[in-house]
């Protein structure tokens, strides 16, 4: 059973085994996987593993692993999530990347193109037979993101899909944060979208969950960025 397309939740992932194990699903299943339509679609599937992380150093683009925790063992061991502390924030794995057919897949600095270092967040980019060629009819940003070249190194094929998400791998597992575009910096911290919008919506039971929006705008005045939250009510 693939789960994908969204951030996966473990406390989700968690209340689902909980429930369906009574009507005989075994919990090895459930597969987090990770694709985008510009790879046509899959990139990595079987995820296994959820990493506890400090969320200061999250929004640092560091990566502080606390406590591992096997994805089929989600009923045995406690798993902390995001509304139970607000020091720490769960990442679950979306499988390995390297299995299979060559896939090449690389945590970069996307704003120099250089490949970072282990344990620090950066964009994720791909690269195999299955990247597509580009948009149609858009040479220039076909260019910048199905063509990418890493700075340290000789020219590569026809380059690097950059996927624009935001993440990084631990033990040969890959971890997605969220999206570049939607990152929400704040006095030099990231935010990801939504960490805000799960964390709001435990807060009230007038907000509808999967029903709320966090984003930033731009200030006149001195150019900073401002967070702000819209909410469906039930």
Not at 96 to 109: K, N, Q, R
Not at 198 to 226: H, M, N, V, W, Y
């Amino acid at each position: 059973m693939i789960n994908a397309a969204e951030p996966i939740d473990s406390a989700v992932l968690k209340n689902f085994i909980a429930f369906f194990t009574k009507y005989q699903l075994p919990s090895n299943v459930l597969k987090p996987t990770y694709g985008l339509a510009e790879h046509t679609v899959f990139v990595c599937s079987g995820g296994s593993q959820i990493v506890t992380v400090t969320r200061e150093g999250i929004e640092h683009g560091q990566v502080e692993i606390l406590k591992i925790t096997n994805i089929e063992n989600l009923l045995v061991n406690e798993v902390e999530t995001t509304v139970d502390s607000s020091k720490t924030q769960t990442i679950v794995g979306c499988g390995y990347p390297f299995l299979g057919e060559s896939v090449d897949l690389v945590i970069v600095d996307p704003d120099g193109c250089i490949t970072v270092e282990s344990g620090r967040v950066g964009e994720v980019w791909v690269r195999s037979p299955s990247k597509a060629q580009g948009y149609w009819g858009l040479p220039d940003l076909n260019k910048e993101d199905f063509h990418a070249q890493l700075a340290q190194t000789e020219l590569v094929g026809d380059g690097y899909l950059r996927t624009g998400d935001l993440g990084f791998l631990y033990n040969d597992e890959l971890f997605i944060c969220g999206r570049r575009k939607d990152l929400i910096i704040v006095r030099g911290s990231n935010h990801y979208p939504q960490d805000i919008e799960r964390t709001a919506e435990k807060t009230a039971a007038e907000l509808r969950p999967g029903c709320t929006a966090a984003f930033a705008i731009k200030q006149d005045k001195d150019d900073t960025e401002s967070i702000i939250f819209v909410a469906e009510v039930s």
